[in-house]
């Protein structure tokens, strides 16, 4: 019997990302879902889930794909027209607050919740459930399957600056032909980037689903054997009032459902 409301997991961290679960919430419940938040001081699950969503925030601890961590360059904030401070103050404050304050993590790193999603993952996995990876989850999911990671992606910007923004500024070319394109239902798109680690070597069974113009940097991955694991460098649930954007979430309620 088909569940008509999924409930899906959210990770996050225990400190910060208030935002970030606000905005993933209202998206899973716009597709049709019902959204649990998950942390690493309350990891427990009591119902079921349908489907997860690993979350951005802290980076993949490097052990975990073979590196030692090193010192990162400095992300450069990108100014903003009178319209984008209009739009943020006006009708998305809680963007607003992220574009200043997204500090979603106390530390870079965060084992403990490293070790959370990759027991979620490997159960979500081995339940032919939809999983969905946002930012860093994109990232987790590629060493989950023992890929490698950029952690400083700084020097892959030349002419143009790299940029951090919840808007949509970043065009990416999406593959054609991946399930990425037809949930998007383009081939190219703007998003936004908070992020300044990538995917280096891509795990076992991953293939990429979309890059972001001119770097080549990842910016979407998808894993063949799996009808719905996918991962996305950016941050749709920042971008709720682009329909695509929500069709991310739609994509991931509709696989909970059909496998409920």
Same mark, same amino acid.
């Given at each position: 019997?088909?569940?008509?409301?999924?409930?899906?997991?959210?990770?996050?961290?225990?400190?910060? +990302?208030?935002? &970030?679960?606000?905005?993933? &919430? %209202?998206?899973?419940?716009?597709?049709?879902?019902?959204?649990?938040?998950?942390?690493? +001081?309350?990891?427990?699950?009591? !119902?079921?889930?349908?489907?997860?969503?690993?979350?951005?925030? =802290?980076?993949?601890?490097?052990?975990?794909?073979?590196?030692?961590?090193?010192?990162? &360059?400095?992300?450069?904030?990108?100014?903003?027209?009178?319209?984008?401070?209009?739009?943020?103050?006006?009708?998305?404050?809680?963007?607003?607050?992220?574009?200043?304050?997204? *500090?979603?993590?106390?530390?870079?790193?965060?084992?403990?919740?490293?070790?959370?999603?990759?027991?979620?993952?490997?159960?979500? %996995?081995?339940? +032919?459930?939809?999983?969905?990876? !946002?930012?860093?989850?994109?990232?987790?999911?590629?060493? /989950?399957?023992?890929?490698?990671? *950029?952690?400083?992606?700084?020097?892959?910007?030349?002419?143009?600056?790299?940029?951090?923004? @919840? /808007?949509? $500024? $970043?065009?990416?070319?999406?593959? $054609?032909?991946?399930?990425?394109?037809?949930?998007?239902?383009?081939?190219?798109?703007?998003?936004? =980037?908070? *992020?300044?680690? &990538? !995917?280096?070597?891509?795990?076992?069974? @991953?293939?990429?689903?979309?890059?972001? #113009? *001119?770097? +080549?940097?990842?910016?979407?991955?998808?894993?063949?054997?799996?009808?719905?694991? !996918?991962?996305?460098?950016?941050?749709?649930?920042? #971008?709720?009032?682009?329909?695509?954007?929500?069709?991310?979430?739609?994509?991931?309620?509709?696989?909970?459902?059909?496998?409920?």
């Amino acid at each position: 019997m088909r569940k008509n409301k999924p409930v899906i997991g959210v990770t996050g961290p225990d400190e910060g +990302g208030g935002s &970030a679960w606000f905005f993933t &919430a %209202l998206s899973i419940r716009l597709a049709g879902g019902i959204p649990k938040r998950i942390t690493p +001081g309350s990891p427990t699950v009591k !119902i079921e889930l349908d489907g997860l969503i690993i979350g951005g925030g =802290a980076d993949v601890e490097p052990k975990k794909y073979g590196q030692e961590l090193i010192e990162k &360059a400095e992300l450069a904030k990108d100014s903003r027209t009178i319209f984008e401070w209009i739009l943020s103050i006006l009708l998305f404050p809680v963007y607003w607050i992220i574009r200043y304050f997204r *500090h979603t993590k106390q530390s870079p790193i965060d084992t403990d919740r490293d070790e959370l999603e990759m027991n979620l993952l490997e159960e979500m %996995l081995s339940r +032919g459930k939809p999983v969905l990876g !946002i930012c860093r989850g994109m990232q987790l999911m590629n060493v /989950f399957f023992k890929g490698s990671l *950029h952690q400083d992606i700084s020097g892959f910007y030349g002419e143009q600056p790299q940029i951090s923004t @919840i /808007f949509p $500024k $970043k065009r990416v070319t999406i593959t $054609k032909g991946s399930t990425l394109e037809s949930i998007l239902e383009t081939d190219v798109c703007n998003v936004n =980037a908070l *992020h300044n680690q &990538a !995917i280096n070597n891509p795990g076992e069974g @991953i293939r990429f689903a979309a890059r972001e #113009l *001119h770097t +080549g940097i990842i910016q979407g991955i998808e894993h063949e054997e799996y009808p719905f694991v !996918i991962g996305v460098q950016w941050h749709p649930e920042y #971008l709720v009032q682009i329909a695509r954007q929500r069709n991310i979430f739609s994509g991931l309620v509709n696989a909970a459902r059909s496998k409920g």
